[in-house]
């Protein structure tokens, strides 16, 4: 901490190592939370998709309908989709200058996670029910 004397920052701001938006932990303990939850859940979702190499059409169907395995697809792309939202919403914050370029690359960030995720929620749902 400096000791600036032309400095605008408070005192407790400086404690705090808050920055001028005041939210900047949230975003980094969810990069972190869903970056902890991705292990185990990519750990189960590549030994399934490995398990499945080679396999014919119906035993796939079976596979992935099984209740578990949705419920851990379901749980794993979401998930993911969130982390790549959050990470593109950090490059896009760090990189982009231009107000009007940034404001519509985060909200095309917001739409496209939005449009991959409830794909993959369908998916795995139709392949679950039907």
Same mark, same amino acid.
């Given at each position: 901490?400096?000791?600036?004397?032309?400095?605008?920052?408070?005192?407790?701001?400086?404690? #705090?190592?808050?920055?001028?938006?005041?939210?900047?932990?949230?975003?980094?303990? #969810?990069?972190? =939370?869903?970056?902890?939850?991705?292990?185990?859940? %990519?750990?189960?979702? @590549?030994? @399934?998709?490995?398990?499945?190499?080679?396999?014919?059409?119906? %035993? @796939? #169907?079976? %596979?992935?309908?099984? !209740?578990?395995?949705?419920?851990?697809?379901?749980?794993?792309? !979401?998930?993911?989709?969130?982390?790549?939202?959050?990470?593109?919403?950090? *490059? *896009? &914050?760090?990189?982009?200058?231009? &107000?009007?370029?940034?404001?519509?690359?985060?909200?095309?960030?917001?739409?496209?996670?939005? =449009? *991959?995720?409830?794909?993959? =929620?369908?998916? =795995?749902? #139709?392949?679950?029910?039907?």
């Amino acid at each position: 901490m400096s000791n600036n004397p032309s400095s605008i920052r408070t005192a407790a701001a400086k404690v #705090r190592h808050l920055g001028s938006a005041h939210a900047g932990t949230h975003h980094a303990w #969810r990069m972190r =939370i869903t970056s902890l939850a991705l292990v185990p859940l %990519t750990i189960a979702f @590549v030994w @399934v998709v490995v398990s499945l190499i080679g396999k014919d059409h119906a %035993t @796939v #169907r079976a %596979t992935l309908g099984h !209740p578990f395995v949705a419920i851990l697809m379901l749980l794993f792309l !979401p998930t993911g989709v969130y982390h790549m939202m959050l990470g593109m919403q950090t *490059i *896009i &914050e760090d990189y982009v200058h231009g &107000e009007h370029a940034k404001t519509f690359s985060l909200m095309a960030n917001m739409f496209f996670c939005a =449009i *991959i995720g409830l794909a993959c =929620i369908y998916a =795995i749902l #139709r392949l679950s029910f039907v």
